[in-house]
């Protein structure tokens, strides 16, 4: 039996040797993509477009106008007498935001009246709009003690701390996130050709004459791309760590353990799908509608799976991604072993066993 | 103009004889739309709480019940000491862990400031994050509850999407995609399989000329393309009740040089690629992936390093999710939109015109 799935994997070997393009795509496609889009991507809001009508013109609302320039996050982009002109700033998305102070914040401050500021926000993107919301919170209530010149301190206040990403940077959060929605595609869309391929050329049918069982056939399939994609894992997985500072914390054997598992799953589904196509442009659709898609949105690696409806989250249990992402950033960034996280791997075994179980099914039948 | 019939009639019947791939055509966009509209939220909701209480006064529990009431966190434990914490954040059971200190309701009595202690998983940063700010919102609630307040307050107004529900915003860049992706994937296969078959050297015999060859190629995509916005559309209205501000016909005019773009980028997969295997492989990773991540369809163009905000202006998906942003959300129209129209009218010229010369070096 290995015999004969040897003489498979070399035969695809051979073959992905002499189509050298399609070589190179898979081993340096994902640490390209990783390079470009790890540096790219990012949830940390900067230079927040803030426009600013100041009716009041006296020190307090230039300090506290300064308070919001200083902080790091706003840049101003226009100086308004009138709040008539901010729909077209905002709607035109020249301006995010626009700060709004009235003019008898002087006096009311003078005089110790509780006052107030204006802040309109273009509520379109709810995060950013949530995020320059919390900044701006957080400006308004330093600064504005400081215009009473008095000492204010809340009854109940919070200290917060960050564990495993102490500067909330969103990268260490969205690389491993990356690294599989990155892997995902490149496995699916590997052998996702592999065998409709031999189908649409008629090839199949001079395996079908070789004494080879589909079983055999599958997994010689799947042996050589599984090779080339732990190389690539591999160099991805380093990358991230070399160049985008996210820890390895736990041990290097159980990542590439998870990795392999995870690889093998998504080289499966691609192999389930090139039994179900008969053509390529069809297994192309289903490969990239099936991985691509789900594994952005459905996974984790962006949306917060606990946010989601009950049904979706039932629905997420069948995206491997899921599983392969919680595992990494439990190994990468939290450190902790597989007594933590052997739900995950199991999964992923169960997922690759049954997608390559279900393909060997629909290939005997089709022979 | 008649043989221009006959390749659109034989490209519809290579499209109507394979069984598989009109379900996928028509089903595919509204399934899709329909799961990842209700996945692409980032309002995040019943962030895991763990409590640590050490106070254990009827003080300390109403400060935990203000947390647990509120519909951003969801207890889902509460440990003895704050050494349990570990394991629940570290399997991530739980995202912020809140601990009371002991002595909480005798220093609020005798009205000394006291500080709660809050961790959160910044390995999900999106969880740990707005968990924060909303545990920092919960404890200003309470701390205004006992009569504190600034003397000077912050009014938030919030413009096009007051209640700051994410999907409003989601949804149409999700259909955005999909529009994308379906007709992008199906340009490309179209000449591509023609030279992998052996069937370009019979079309090149006929009196077709070249741009004949890919204006009878462009246009059923385009006609798929019309029926798909057209069964999507219905789902971002009605099903999800995105609610449209602006002008459908506005919505309709600047979904065309859209199009153009993507059938476009299609056929310049179709001449550079040599076999169907080559062209899945650089539409997904030269054309689509970029548009997916840089477009601002998820992640925030601002945030990008300037150098990556350059790169954005080529990218078509980028335009087109402003225009449908701008018509559902904020109702604008094409006295703001057509900087958008015209940027994707001018890439959807030049691209055909690159798809149009490679095209012709093939044949030469």
Redesign the interface.
């Known amino acids: 039996m290995i015999r004969r799935v040897l003489a498979v994997t070399v035969k695809e070997l051979l073959q992905l040797k002499r189509?050298w393009?399609?070589l190179i795509?898979l081993l340096g496609?994902p640490v390209v993509?990783l390079l470009?889009?790890g540096?790219?991507?990012?949830?940390?809001?900067?230079?927040?477009?803030l426009a600013v009508v100041d009716r009041s013109r006296t020190a307090e609302s230039r300090e506290?106008i300064q308070a919001f320039l200083q902080s790091g996050y706003f840049i101003r982009v226009a100086s308004l007498d009138d709040t008539r002109e901010l729909d077209g700033l905002?709607?035109?998305?020249r301006a995010q935001a626009a700060l709004v102070i009235d003019a008898g914040?002087a006096a009311d401050?003078a005089a110790?009246r509780?006052?107030?500021?204006?802040?309109?926000?273009?509520?379109?993107?709810?995060?950013?709009?949530?995020t320059i919301?919390?900044y701006?919170?957080q400006i308004?209530?330093a600064?504005?003690?400081e215009?009473?010149d008095?000492e204010?301190?809340?009854?109940?206040?919070?200290?917060?701390?960050?564990?495993?990403?102490?500067n909330?940077?969103?990268s260490?959060?969205?690389v491993p996130g990356l690294v599989a929605f990155i892997l995902m595609?490149t496995s699916v869309?590997a052998t996702a050709?592999a065998v409709v391929?031999e189908k649409e050329r008629g090839t199949m049918e001079s395996l079908r004459a070789t004494p080879l069982r589909a079983f055999e056939l599958l997994i010689g399939k799947t042996l050589p791309y599984l090779l080339v994609g732990s190389v690539a894992a591999a160099g991805s997985l380093g990358l991230a760590w070399l160049l985008f500072d996210v820890p390895i914390r736990g041990s290097i054997l159980w990542l590439a353990v998870l990795t392999v598992l995870f690889l093998a799953g998504g080289l499966g589904w691609g192999v389930l799908i090139s039994t179900l196509?008969?053509?390529?442009?069809?297994a192309?659709?289903?490969?990239?509608?099936s991985s691509?898609?789900p594994t952005?949105?459905?996974s984790?690696f962006?949306?917060?799976i606990?946010?989601?409806?009950a049904?979706?989250q039932v629905?997420?249990h069948i995206v491997p991604a899921r599983y392969f992402i919680?595992s990494l950033?439990?190994v990468m960034?939290?450190g902790?072993g597989p007594e933590?996280?052997w739900n995950d791997a199991l999964a992923l075994i169960v997922f690759g066993v049954v997608v390559m179980g279900l393909a060997t099914v629909r290939t005997v039948r089709s022979l | 103009m008649r043989t221009l019939a006959n390749i659109l009639v034989k490209e519809l019947l290579q499209l109507k004889r394979?069984p598989?791939?009109l379900p996928?055509l028509f089903m595919?966009p509204v399934v899709?739309l329909t799961?990842?509209g209700?996945?692409?939220?980032?309002?995040?909701?019943?962030?895991?709480l763990a409590v640590c209480d050490l106070d254990r006064t009827p003080a300390s529990r109403d400060?935990v019940d203000a947390f647990t009431t509120s519909t951003y966190f969801r207890r889902v434990v509460t440990v003895p000491s704050q050494d349990g914490f570990d394991a629940w954040?570290?399997?991530?059971r739980a995202r912020i862990a809140l601990t009371v200190p002991a002595g909480y309701a005798a220093d609020?009595t005798a009205?000394r400031?006291?500080?709660?202690?809050?961790?959160?998983?910044?390995?999900?940063?999106?969880?740990?994050?707005?968990g924060?700010?909303y545990?920092?919102g919960v404890?200003?609630r309470?701390?205004e509850g006992?009569g504190?307040?600034?003397?000077?307050?912050?009014?938030?107004?919030?413009?096009?999407?007051?209640d700051?529900?994410?999907r409003?915003?989601m949804v149409p860049g999700v259909l955005a995609?999909?529009l994308m992706?379906m007709t992008m994937?199906?340009t490309s296969?179209a000449l591509v399989?023609e030279t992998e078959i052996g069937t370009m050297e019979q079309l090149l015999v006929t009196p077709l000329t070249p741009g004949s060859i890919i204006v009878g190629k462009l246009v059923p995509y385009a006609l798929v393309g019309a029926v798909e916005i057209g069964t999507a559309l219905p789902v971002v209205l009605f099903w999800f009740r995105v609610p449209l501000e602006g002008s459908f016909a506005v919505l309709v005019l600047l979904t065309a040089p859209f199009m153009l773009c993507t059938l476009g980028l299609g056929l310049l997969v179709s001449t550079l690629a040599r076999?169907?295997?080559?062209?899945?492989?650089i539409s997904?990773?030269v054309f689509?992936?970029?548009q997916?991540?840089?477009s601002g369809f998820?992640?925030?163009i601002?945030?990008?390093?300037q150098i990556?905000q350059w790169i954005t202006y080529a990218i078509p998906l980028r335009y087109y999710v402003?225009v449908l942003?701008?018509v559902f959300?904020?109702g604008?129209g094409l006295e703001?939109l057509w900087p958008q129209g015209l940027a994707m009218l001018g890439l959807g010229v030049v691209i055909l015109a690159l798809a149009r010369l490679r095209f012709r070096q093939r044949l030469g």
């Open positions: 189509d393009r399609t795509a496609m993509m470009i889009y540096f790219a991507l990012s949830f940390d809001v900067q230079d927040i477009r506290l905002l709607d035109s998305g914040l401050v110790r509780p006052t107030s500021i204006q802040l309109v926000l273009d509520g379109s993107d709810s995060q950013t709009a949530s919301l919390g701006a919170r308004v209530a600064t504005a003690p215009l009473l008095v204010l301190e809340p009854p109940v206040a919070a200290a917060p701390v960050v564990w495993y990403n102490p909330l940077e969103s260490i959060f969205l595609i869309i050709l391929r196509a008969d053509t390529q442009q069809v192309f659709q289903m490969g990239l509608l691509m898609l952005l949105l459905l984790g962006v949306f917060p606990s946010s989601m409806p049904a979706l629905i997420s919680a950033r439990e960034l939290k902790v933590v996280w | 394979d598989k791939i996928i595919a899709q799961i990842l209700y996945a692409a939220t980032t309002d995040v909701r019943r962030v895991e400060l954040l570290d399997s991530g609020r009205g400031p006291v500080e709660v202690q809050l961790i959160a998983d910044g390995s999900d940063a999106m969880s740990g994050t707005l924060l700010s545990a920092q404890l200003q309470v701390a006992q504190f307040r600034l003397p000077v307050e912050l009014r938030p107004k919030v413009l096009y999407n007051p700051l529900v994410s409003n915003y995609m999909i992706i994937m199906l296969m399989r076999t169907q295997q080559q062209a899945m492989m997904t990773f689509m992936m970029p997916i991540y840089l998820v992640f925030p601002q945030n990008m390093p990556f402003t942003r701008g959300l904020k604008v703001t």
